[in-house]
């Protein structure tokens, strides 16, 4: 697989001339980890039109320089972050420094005014917008990720039967998710059950499943930083009732139809609207609260949105989720959540999508 952190780089200087900056302060461990490979949780990235330093601390020694490699110089500072950074950037003869505005605190711009002859200039989100596409390297992560959030998932359903609590399933899940390798889990594992399952982001508690439940699960794996972003419900302990049935067969559709009608150039408005008329057309419009589906990489919730306010068109390559949902209160909630890349003319699932109602019994 070909080196991306060059072409990465290179597209980010574009980015930063047209901003008029000479220099670029990345922030945020994602994007530290996209230019250059680092995968430490501490650092800062230093961009001009000749270098790319990565400032980090002694715990990444031996860790950094193996993760960057030739893709950027690594200055390990032993005390100071905000003072190795200031060293590199006087060599670097940078006059306008690009800041982000939605990470960099105000304390971090007095360490940086420290620097003589600098000015900052606040900006937003540069490398993100660069994040949305994925080359094939990532696309390779992202389908691994979801084929082992499934292999995790297959290995935890026989023990889930009434009784069971929340806590217990979402435990066996997330060691099964560890041991056939995932990093670490992508965001808190969601297990609810019964009238729990209409919170769309419920945490998973002690409650028993009882027989007849519905359960929500929803979860991921993380292989090489690339994350995978799964949902399946269940109906645990009984055959479906008719209402279960219904709603579960609602919300299928409207997956099936996002699935099959989603591709690069549509808006975001555009996309989340194919499950919506099918979920607003059964009348549960009201219950399908939130948006249609977020971008997936480096980070669970990235560019680009699946929302009914985004009229950006969709970037072709982008991985995004597809996961709509109906929630009603004291009765419970259904979500079917897969993840697609999106192609020119059609959206290819990286998840199993294998979404046809199960009935744990
Ligand atoms: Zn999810
Ligand atoms: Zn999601």
Known sequence: MSDGRPRRQAALRAVMTAHGVDG?????????????GFSGSAGH??????????????????????????????RIERSNLWAGLRAAMATSQIERLGIDKARVTLADQEELRQAKGVGLVP???????????????ELLAIKAAAELAAAALAATIDFIRPGRTELQVAALLESNLRQRGSEWHPFQSIVASGPRSALPHARSTERAIEAGDLLVMDFGAQVDGYCSDITRTFVVGARADDRQRTTYEVVRQAQARARSGLKAGLTGREGDSLARDVINRAG??????????????LEVHESPRLSQTSETPLPAGAVVTVEPGVYFEGWGGVRIEDDVVLLADRAECLSDGLTDLMELV
Request: net charge negative.
């Open 24 to 36: 670029l302060l990345v922030s945020g461990a994602a994007n530290l980890r996209y230019l250059t």
């Open 45 to 74: 990235l230093l961009m001009t039109a000749q270098r790319a330093v990565l400032v980090t601390d002694f715990r990444y020694e031996v860790q950094g320089p193996a993760d960057v490699g030739s893709a950027a110089e690594i």
């Open 123 to 137: 900006l937003s989100g540069l490398v993100e917008p660069l994040r949305a596409a994925k080359d094939a390297g």
């Open 284 to 297: 549960m419009g009201p219950a399908f609260g939130h948006s249609l589906g977020h971008g997936l990489g």
